[in-house]
């Protein structure tokens, strides 16, 4: 079904780029081949299914977005087989969500949609994660025999509602039932 | 004898990266690593090296402010920006008087970026 409402319509239309985005900088910064195993699309979902997660907001005086890169802690070691200290190896995964949003956001089809938002430093939050449902970019790469989630979401500031229930709920429903 | 090398990033994968490229690679002398803009600083008043590295995104002092800050007070100091930040920044560090701007990531494995690496650090001596 295609997306319901007109900012979930550009993300759609900005999938192809954000995956391009994504598998480039995983395979720069991994030195590995990646494989897409699901499909990046536009959806209302807050970030799930993960025990840790990078998050790396992004904004302007208009548009607030975050990039969150989810995966297994305990399987970071197996995604940097050639770094032996844990914290340099939790590093790399905040300096691959730097990477993928500093190309994302410079994308020239998304600067025409949202200006120029300028990305902050990335930091880490374990287990539970609380994030408001709003649309965005969402699916799984495997790089390493390991996978991960990456999920960019933006937001308009100020007085502009959350996505109602009407727009969000198809890509909610959709989701029920199925594994991250 | 070789030059020395301030590099300041918040991430500890780059600092490693660049380190180990500069140092094995370039036959630079790294002589001091920092996180965050105030660190940069105070680094560069120490240590007045012949080449500094800053990041943009960085916690409590951005490589901008640090880059205008340095620049101050060392007007001939050689900064070179790396940062995974692409367009306008760019533009806006040059012209506050960084000497070279690099793309984060750094690809020392890859043979062209490297090529394009030593040409930026060739230009910021030869300027």
Same mark, same amino acid.
């Given at each position: 079904?295609?997306? @319901?409402?007109?900012? +979930?319509g550009v993300l759609a239309d900005l999938s192809a780029s954000f995956e391009g985005c994504?598998?480039? $900088?995983?395979?720069?910064?991994?030195? =590995?081949?990646?494989?897409? &195993? +699901?499909? *990046?699309?536009?959806?209302?979902?807050?970030?799930?299914?993960?025990?840790? !997660?990078?998050?790396?907001?992004?904004?302007? @005086?208009? !548009? !607030?977005? /975050?990039?969150?890169?989810?995966?297994?802690?305990?399987?970071?070691?197996?995604?940097?087989?050639?770094?032996?200290?844990?914290?340099?190896?939790?590093?790399?995964?905040?300096?691959? $969500?730097?990477?993928?949003?500093?190309l994302f956001v410079a994308d020239d089809q998304f600067i025409a949609r949202f200006g120029y938002?300028?990305?902050?430093?990335?930091? *880490? =939050?374990?287990? #539970? *994660?609380?994030?408001?449902?709003?649309?965005?970019l969402?699916?799984?790469?495997?790089?390493?025999?390991?996978?991960?989630?990456?999920?960019?979401?933006i937001?308009?500031?100020?007085?502009?509602?959350?996505? @109602?229930?009407?727009?969000?709920?198809?890509?909610?429903?959709?989701?029920?039932?199925?594994?991250? | 004898?070789?030059?020395?090398?301030?590099?300041?990033?918040?991430?500890?994968?780059?600092?490693? /990266?660049? @380190? $180990?490229?500069?140092?094995? #690679?370039?036959?630079?002398?790294?002589?001091?690593?920092?996180?965050?803009?105030?660190? #940069?600083?105070?680094?560069?008043? /120490?240590?007045?090296?012949?080449?500094?590295?800053?990041?943009?995104?960085?916690?409590?002092?951005?490589?901008?402010?640090?880059?205008?800050?340095?620049?101050?007070?060392?007007?001939? $100091?050689?900064?070179?920006?790396?940062?995974?930040?692409?367009?306008?920044?760019?533009?806006?560090?040059?012209?506050?008087? +960084?000497?070279? !701007?690099?793309? &984060?990531?750094?690809?020392?494995?890859?043979? /062209? *970026?490297?090529?394009?690496?030593?040409?930026?650090?060739?230009?910021?001596?030869? +300027?």
């Amino acid at each position: 079904m295609p997306p @319901t409402d007109s900012l +979930a319509g550009v993300l759609a239309d900005l999938s192809a780029s954000f995956e391009g985005c994504v598998v480039w $900088a995983v395979r720069a910064i991994l030195e =590995s081949d990646v494989n897409v &195993k +699901a499909p *990046f699309e536009a959806i209302c979902a807050v970030p799930e299914g993960s025990s840790l !997660y990078c998050i790396l907001p992004t904004a302007s @005086t208009r !548009y !607030y977005a /975050q990039l969150v890169v989810g995966l297994e802690e305990s399987e970071i070691e197996t995604l940097f087989p050639g770094e032996m200290d844990p914290r340099v190896r939790k590093d790399a995964i905040g300096e691959m $969500a730097n990477v993928i949003s500093g190309l994302f956001v410079a994308d020239d089809q998304f600067i025409a949609r949202f200006g120029y938002l300028r990305p902050s430093t990335p930091f *880490f =939050s374990e287990g #539970a *994660f609380t994030a408001r449902k709003d649309w965005g970019l969402k699916g799984r790469v495997e790089a390493n025999g390991k996978q991960m989630i990456l999920h960019f979401s933006i937001r308009e500031l100020g007085d502009a509602p959350a996505p @109602t229930e009407k727009s969000a709920g198809e890509d909610a429903s959709k989701r029920e039932g199925r594994p991250d | 004898m070789s030059k020395r090398i301030v590099i300041v990033d918040d991430s500890l994968f780059l600092i490693k /990266q660049l @380190t $180990a490229f500069m140092e094995v #690679a370039m036959g630079f002398t790294v002589v001091g690593t920092g996180s965050d803009g105030n660190q #940069a600083v105070a680094l560069y008043r /120490q240590h007045k090296p012949d080449l500094i590295t800053l990041d943009i995104t960085m916690p409590n002092k951005d490589g901008m402010e640090a880059l205008a800050e340095i620049l101050e007070e060392f007007p001939d $100091a050689n900064i070179m920006m790396i940062s995974a930040i692409r367009g306008q920044e760019m533009t806006k560090c040059i012209k506050t008087g +960084a000497r070279a !701007y690099m793309e &984060k990531p750094l690809l020392f494995n890859d043979d /062209q *970026f490297v090529r394009d690496f030593k040409a930026s650090l060739a230009e910021v001596f030869d +300027a």
